[in-house]
């Protein structure tokens, strides 16, 4: 930095060099190159937290339902009617007011249904956004066909072996379904981790979800290599199937 000096009794101001002002900005963005990771980092820990919340709220809502149902699961559906999804009902446990359709999805009704770690709205925020939630219902534990019938069992509590290890919700990726019965990618929102949560899920660093079980414990699990989701039958845990064996 140049020294002011006096000249005809008036003070020369004082300024960086070019070099100075490069070192200040290189300093700067290695600064920033140093901080933006923990950022982002601290960012995803809190989509994280919050996506684990609202998990727990669904998994306890549904515990409430079956308390007042003889110990019955909240099915997918109980009529062919896309009005009868769970998620009316179960809505009702956390917020206590009524709704008659699915609505806008606004903040105050259907947070819990919103996991923070997805980019696409619902209908109501973007054409293509998520019709019901962003997060799924097991129909494994009871769920109908097109025709109106049991395609899988309703579940009581009761039949329940392990009730921490009955998948109950999981992140969802299907925009246009409440439900998942099948364990493939297009189904599942593996929305954790880093990388994509779409319809179309990409070969990315996100590999992971978020898992909400029948006791309330919420587990983050692995696909790919590492995957603790082992296939389909993975959703009879705790009732059927325990530790990937059939009982």
């Not at 989509?47 to 549904?62: D, G, H, R, V």
């Not at 515990?63 to 109980?78: E, F, I, N, T």
Request: proline content about 3%; charged content about 15%; some cysteine.
């Amino acid at each position: 930095m140049t020294d002011g000096k006096l000249s005809h009794g008036r003070v020369k101001h004082t300024c960086f060099t070019l070099i100075e002002l490069l070192v200040v900005i290189a300093i700067i963005a290695i600064l920033a190159a140093m901080l933006l990771p923990a950022l982002s980092a601290a960012r995803l820990r809190a989509k994280s937290a919050a996506c684990i919340a609202n998990l727990k709220q669904l998994t306890l809502a549904q515990q409430q339902y079956a308390a007042d149902c003889g110990g019955w699961v909240r099915p997918s559906a109980l009529t062919t009617d896309s009005a009868s999804w769970w998620g009316k009902p179960i809505r009702t446990y956390i917020y206590g007011n009524e709704v008659t359709s699915r609505g806008n999805h606004d903040s105050l009704n259907w947070q819990a249904f919103r996991c923070p770690a997805e980019p696409i709205g619902f209908l109501a925020d973007t054409a293509d956004g998520f019709t019901y939630t962003q997060y799924a219902f097991n129909s494994r534990l009871g769920a109908l066909d097109a025709s109106g019938k049991w395609k899988f069992t309703p579940i009581n509590e009761s039949m329940m072996v392990e009730p921490s290890m009955v998948p109950v919700f999981i992140d969802n990726a299907r925009r246009n379904n409440h439900s998942v019965d099948y364990v493939i990618t297009t189904y599942i929102g593996l929305r954790h981790g880093g990388g994509t949560c779409s319809d179309q899920h990409s070969t990315s660093e996100m590999d992971q979800c978020h898992v909400g079980f029948y006791s309330g414990n919420v587990e983050m699990k692995v696909w790919g290599a590492k995957k603790d989701i082992y296939g389909t039958n993975w959703l009879y845990e705790g009732v059927t199937y325990l530790h990937g064996k059939a009982l």
